[in-house]
């Protein structure tokens, strides 16, 4: 399963039109407003999409998926993060497509957005179910046949709401 970076869309001039400095050099009046802005608010302005390729796949073959997550305001938000996590992706609740704890570390950190700023990111799953058993041991399983729910989110504070969406595929 290969991990991707998030591609970013920009405009063609270095500031953008409220005269944000995006090398962070000097404080502006946007980056000022941006530090003030609750973080519920940041979390409702961004907005989650998940596809896949087809609907439809055969049992072990891989999936890809594509994330996307859109600042629908014209300023900067930062949603705060508990740890260094700041999305992720589930298979039937399973984050990763794995029963296997993933640790990250707890530090917070944030997931920045600039002003009407999207991010689109890939990941391909691999059409498996990663299992840990008996004395840590793991297996790959492939799944039966049936409808599976894929969930991309931002990895915000798990009691508050996050940004997300999923979608369902089917495996024959």
Do not use: C
């Not at 998926?65 to 740890?83: D, G, K």
């Not at 704890?101 to 707890?106: N, Q, S, V």
């Not at 002003?115 to 840590?136: D, Q």
């Amino acid at each position: 399963m290969r991990r991707s970076q998030p591609e970013r869309d920009t405009g063609g001039d270095s500031n953008d039109e409220f005269g944000a400095d995006p090398d962070g050099s000097r404080p502006s009046v946007v980056s000022l407003f941006t530090a003030l802005i609750p973080p519920a608010v940041a979390r409702r302005a961004i907005a989650a999409s998940v596809t896949t390729d087809r609907d439809v796949y055969e049992r072990d073959e891989p999936v890809e998926i594509t994330v996307a997550f859109e600042n629908r305001l014209p300023i900067p938000v930062e949603l705060p993060t508990p740890r260094q996590r700041r999305w992720g992706w589930t298979i039937d609740g399973h984050l990763e497509a794995s029963d296997e704890r993933l640790y990250t570390r707890d530090r917070p950190a944030t997931f920045d957005f600039r002003g009407g700023e999207r991010k689109r990111l890939s990941v391909t799953w691999n059409g498996r179910l990663e299992r840990v058993r008996n004395e840590g041991r793991r297996e790959s399983v492939v799944p039966e046949p049936g409808e599976y729910e894929i969930r991309a989110f931002v990895a915000t504070d798990e009691t508050a709401s996050r940004p997300s969406d999923s979608t369902t595929i089917r495996l024959e």
